[in-house]
């Protein structure tokens, strides 16, 4: 079936580093753009980041500019998000989703949880 | 970057009975290439968001026709024709106009 599932959150002390992954499948994934979308708990979102298709480009939130970085594995239908030098207002569920056409964000995973604390 | 506000807020709605929800954008959502890109999606408590309307007024595949979507500009609104209980959580309009794609604050729909 057509899904996205994250993985990899966590607790993880300030300044460290996490990686996520989102794993597609039930759609030809190395034809879609991947974003990702954060959610402070019980607050709104937030748009984390883009890589096209083929990962050519790639775009960032300035709250995350220079400390994370999306990129992509079109043999294993996954999408990562590595996360470095995270700061408490990091803490977010963390959401993958597809960019469909046109300029939507038809597909989106369950979420997971990061946790930022000392 | 486009700022988007949402109103209101928070919304005590009535079965059965209409609502509506006001997206007001700092500057007009319209991509290079014409097009306005201007979204809803809802969030029910505890799952992931949802597309529900794209391109100002297109629903997206399954949405139930009681959800239509207008405006033009810098002011969009969404509106429920009938509230039904599965409509309660969290709308959020959003745009994909230019990077970074941005979010209103959400509006709360209760019964």
């Known amino acids: 079936q057509v899904q996205l599932v994250e993985s990899g959150g966590g607790v993880v002390q300030p300044g460290r580093s996490l990686r996520l992954s989102c794993a597609a499948s039930g759609f030809t994934f190395s034809s879609h753009g991947m974003h990702w979308v954060r959610q402070p708990p019980g607050k709104g979102l937030e748009w984390v980041a883009v890589?096209?298709?083929?990962?050519?480009?790639?775009y960032y939130a300035d709250s995350v500019k220079g400390r994370f970085t999306i990129s992509r594995d079109n043999t294993k239908n996954t999408l990562y998000l590595q996360m470095n030098s995270l700061r408490a207002e990091d803490t977010a569920v963390y959401y993958c989703a597809r960019w469909g056409t046109p300029k939507i964000l038809d597909l989106w995973g369950q979420g997971t949880l990061v946790t930022v604390s000392s | 970057d486009i700022v988007l506000t949402q109103t209101p807020l928070s919304l005590a709605a009535t079965l059965g009975q209409p609502a509506s929800i006001s997206c007001r954008s700092s500057q007009s959502p319209v991509h290079s290439d014409g097009n306005t890109y201007l979204s809803w999606l809802q969030q029910r408590p505890g799952q992931p968001p949802r597309l529900l309307i794209y391109k100002i007024s297109n629903r997206f595949s399954g949405v139930p026709d009681r959800f239509s979507g207008s405006g033009a500009g810098t002011d969009f609104t969404l509106k429920i024709s009938r509230v039904e209980a599965e409509d309660v959580g969290v709308y959020y309009c959003?745009?994909?106009?230019?990077?970074?794609?941005?979010f209103g604050q959400g509006t709360r729909v209760d019964i």
């Open positions: 890589i096209w298709y083929d990962g050519s480009n790639k």
């Open positions: 959003t745009q994909a106009a230019q990077f970074p794609w941005t």
